[in-house]
């Protein structure tokens, strides 16, 4: 499955710098004589592939890199304070799924984070953590202020909405002002 969102990437940034980089040596290319012309526009016909080639494997290959520690299950969920430091943590062994918000009349999260700074950030059931098929998901129960999954070795973001995506060991959620690390 792939992993929705909107995402904030910035291979895209560098794969558009790149075509405009080629283009413009085309350009430039056009006011050359013809006898010069044929090598360089094959040159930059082989380039511009090549380019996007190499910034798309580059891109799997950082999520393979921080793969590696992906064939360790998921054993926790970790509460974070602002220096990143544990402030509370929650099992997710023999767990099949744990819903994070704020507890009110009635019902409990799984994962409480009444008590906490910006509790007003959050919805009573702001977004759920379910396993299925050996893999973790994380959900946005619709909160309407979203949730932000931070993806470790990437340095992509995705904002949720209503929305599910594949988490996996060392992605960081925030929700509201709240950090969570799954490890």
Same mark, same amino acid.
């Given at each position: 499955?792939?992993?929705?969102?909107?995402?904030?990437?910035?291979?895209?940034?560098?794969?558009?710098?790149?075509?405009?980089?080629?283009?413009?040596?085309?350009?430039?290319?056009?006011?050359?004589?013809?006898?010069?012309?044929?090598?360089?526009?094959?040159? #930059?016909?082989? %380039?511009?592939? /090549?380019?996007? =080639?190499? $910034?798309?494997?580059? +891109? !799997? @290959?950082? *999520?393979?890199? &921080?793969?590696? #520690?992906?064939? %360790?299950?998921? /054993?926790?969920? =970790?509460? $974070?304070?602002?220096? +990143? !430091? @544990?402030? *509370?943590?929650? &099992?997710?062994?023999?767990?099949?799924?744990?819903?994070?918000?704020?507890?009110?009349?009635?019902?409990?999260?799984?994962?409480?984070?009444?008590?906490?700074?910006?509790?007003?950030?959050?919805?009573?059931?702001?977004?759920?953590?379910?396993?299925?098929?050996?893999?973790?998901?994380?959900?946005?129960?619709?909160?309407?202020?979203?949730?932000?999954?931070?993806?470790?070795?990437?340095?992509?973001?995705?904002?949720?909405?209503?929305?599910?995506?594949?988490?996996?060991?060392?992605?960081?959620?925030?929700?509201?002002?709240?950090?969570?690390?799954?490890?």
């Amino acid at each position: 499955m792939r992993r929705e969102g909107i995402r904030v990437d910035e291979r895209k940034a560098g794969l558009i710098f790149s075509i405009l980089c080629v283009l413009s040596a085309d350009l430039l290319l056009y006011s050359m004589e013809w006898s010069l012309k044929l090598p360089a526009l094959l040159f #930059s016909a082989l %380039l511009l592939p /090549s380019l996007f =080639l190499l $910034l798309f494997l580059s +891109g !799997r @290959e950082k *999520r393979g890199k &921080s793969g590696e #520690s992906d064939a %360790l299950p998921l /054993s926790s969920l =970790l509460l $974070l304070n602002e220096e +990143g !430091r @544990e402030i *509370r943590s929650w &099992s997710l062994l023999g767990r099949s799924s744990l819903r994070i918000g704020r507890g009110g009349e009635g019902e409990r999260p799984e994962v409480d984070l009444s008590g906490q700074d910006f509790e007003e950030e959050l919805a009573a059931e702001h977004a759920v953590l379910n396993r299925a098929g050996g893999q973790w998901y994380l959900e946005d129960l619709g909160s309407g202020e979203g949730t932000l999954l931070h993806l470790t070795g990437s340095g992509e973001s995705l904002w949720l909405m209503e929305r599910r995506s594949i988490v996996r060991r060392g992605d960081l959620i925030q929700i509201g002002r709240n950090r969570l690390r799954l490890l």
